[in-house]
């Protein structure tokens, strides 16, 4: 066993790729999208460091093309989840007591990985499976995935270097133990960073994970498996399982050894998990960490000094960029009255200007929202606000699923501040806008406060340096996440960790270290060198 206090390589951010034409970039990714495009997937289980086909399989489609074929992934049966737990418990006595450089390599290796050999394969993926432009899944699966890799190592390091004041006659130390047991990571479709990041910060902590992707992830969380394998995760540390999420959830809820959950998806889903976890309160051998991040109903606030072309373009990327399927994107904004002529006027020009269509054709800025029902959800309130009253539809309001599930990025127009869209997470290219007096501002940010039941992100554009700091005070409850002359998207590993609180989750701040302390259960050792033989204190005496 190695002896030495190590230094870990200095994290910094993954360059991101510019894919322009004629760039090998660019060619390597679109042949790898065209050879996995136009081959069959099979994806197996994964329990135990082997590939398990359970022969009950279900195909996967890409959203632009919902007719074409790339694979089938199997589905677990409740017998192949408890064995999954039984693995991850018996590869756990080896794992937590691997010494911290070691865990540390291997996922340092595997941001390596993604960063050089993997990257055209892990984009081209999640371009296949999510629909996601070039820009988009360069910034998501190459970049972001290596980022958490990279930062998280450095944040371990940090953590484990954080220890308490001693004396000359007692030596007091911290050791950060991972949870004892297993935990549960459950990711979403969106975001190929996040799917990779919820399993693997908690492994690299020590811990050992069940870890069920989103079924619409499955074609990319599949190359993340390959990462992982090849950069050394051991049999067991991480097992992977599809299908029935009631079923497996039920299943790992039900075990003893249950000790946390690391969670991305919407907010009903986890308040429903949370209260199985409560339910299950007295079975389980210590308090679970419930961990997750979940809806959002993201604000962007105008002040009358904001410059219109500044504001058209945060709405325009914060709120169309993969479709608005961002738990961060732009779907409610704050026009003053003396601005919205302008606004409106360089929106339109924008959102006209867009192309629709396949994400391997790179001149395309729009794609297809994730699966039929998206689809059905956004056709049903865009079909609303045509006949509603207080709604018109600004620009957009088409959609055409007959080949993909493409929906037209759409902004609604309301004289109703509590309009149905402007409370409503929809999860897609759509944004409202409300368009409020201009000696209305405080008033419009208790609106915007008062609104939503999430506190996600949230961005205010102005010029005038006391409605900036009236707006952050006034919005400090409401975004966890809070930019000030920018969109509400976009945070980097690093730089912006994410999160927010009310409805939109427990604000841990995925890419922090904050997120991973809580993937640990220290433990104090306080070393005393002469020991007392006598009971008897001074104030005993005579």
């Avoid at 996601?132 to 940090?158: G, P, W």
Wanted: charged residues 20%; glycine residues 8%.
């Amino acid at each position: 066993m190695g002896k030495g206090f190590f230094n870990v390589p200095i994290a910094v951010n993954e360059p991101v790729k510019s894919y322009a034409p004629g760039s090998p970039e660019r060619e390597a990714v679109l042949k790898a999208y065209k050879s996995m495009y136009n081959s069959k997937t099979d994806v197996p289980l994964y329990i135990n460091g082997e590939d398990v086909l359970t022969g009950k399989t279900r195909t996967m489609s890409p959203p632009h093309d919902h007719k074409h074929v790339v694979g089938s992934y199997h589905l677990a049966e409740k017998e192949h989840v408890e064995d999954a737990i039984a693995t991850a418990l018996e590869a756990r006595k080896s794992w937590s007591q691997l010494p911290w450089e070691q865990r540390a390599a291997i996922f340092l290796k595997a941001a390596e990985l993604i960063a050089g050999p993997y990257r055209a394969k892990i984009n081209a993926a999640t371009m296949i499976a999510q629909s996601k432009t070039i820009h988009q899944a360069e910034i998501d699966s190459a970049c972001e995935l290596v980022d958490f890799l990279r930062f998280n190592v450095q944040y371990m390091t940090e953590i484990y270097k954080e220890q308490p004041n001693s004396s000359s006659d007692a030596w007091n130390r911290v050791e950060y133990r991972p949870l004892e047991g297993f935990t549960y990571a459950v990711t979403p479709f969106n975001f190929t960073a996040i799917a990779g990041n919820l399993p693997s910060c908690m492994a690299l902590m020590g811990n050992v994970v069940v870890w069920k992707p989103s079924d619409s992830q499955v074609f990319s969380a599949k190359v993340i498996m390959d990462v992982f394998k090849e950069a050394g995760v051991p049999a067991g540390v991480i097992n992977v399982v599809f299908g029935d999420p009631a079923m497996i959830t039920d299943t790992v809820l039900a075990s003893p050894d249950f000790s946390g959950l690391h969670f991305t998806g919407s907010t009903f889903v986890f308040k429903e998990l949370w209260k199985k976890i409560g339910n299950n309160i007295h079975n389980y051998k210590t308090y679970p960490r419930i961990v997750g991040e979940t809806g959002g109903k993201d604000f962007i606030v105008a002040h009358k000094t904001a410059n219109a072309k500044q504001v058209a373009t945060a709405i325009v990327r914060g709120a169309f960029e993969f479709q608005g399927q961002k738990c961060s994107a732009a779907s409610r904004a704050y026009i003053p009255k003396s601005l919205w002529d302008d606004v409106k006027k360089f929106v339109i020009e924008d959102v006209k200007s867009f192309k629709m269509g396949s994400p391997d054709d790179m001149s395309n800025f729009i794609t297809a929202v994730i699966h039929e029902g998206s689809f059905d959800k956004l056709a049903k309130y865009i079909d609303q606000a045509k006949s509603d009253r207080d709604a018109e539809i600004v620009v957009g309001g088409g959609y055409d699923k007959s080949k993909g599930y493409f929906i037209e990025p759409t902004v609604i127009l309301t004289t109703n501040p509590k309009y149905t869209t402007m409370c409503t997470e929809l999860f897609g290219p759509v944004i409202t806008i409300y368009v409020y007096e201009d000696d209305a501002y405080s008033d419009t940010l208790k609106l915007v406060d008062g609104t939503s039941e999430y506190a996600l992100t949230g961005a205010i554009l102005a010029t005038d340096r006391t409605a900036i700091t009236e707006a952050t005070t006034a919005l400090q409850n409401c975004a966890g996440n809070f930019y000030i002359n920018d969109k509400p998207t976009g945070a980097v590993v690093g730089q912006q960790p994410f999160g927010g609180a009310r409805a939109s989750g427990t604000n841990d701040k995925a890419g922090s270290a904050q997120n991973l302390l809580r993937w640990v259960s220290p433990r104090l050792i306080k070393e005393t060198f002469v020991t007392p033989t006598d009971y008897r204190y001074p104030f005993l005496g005579k």
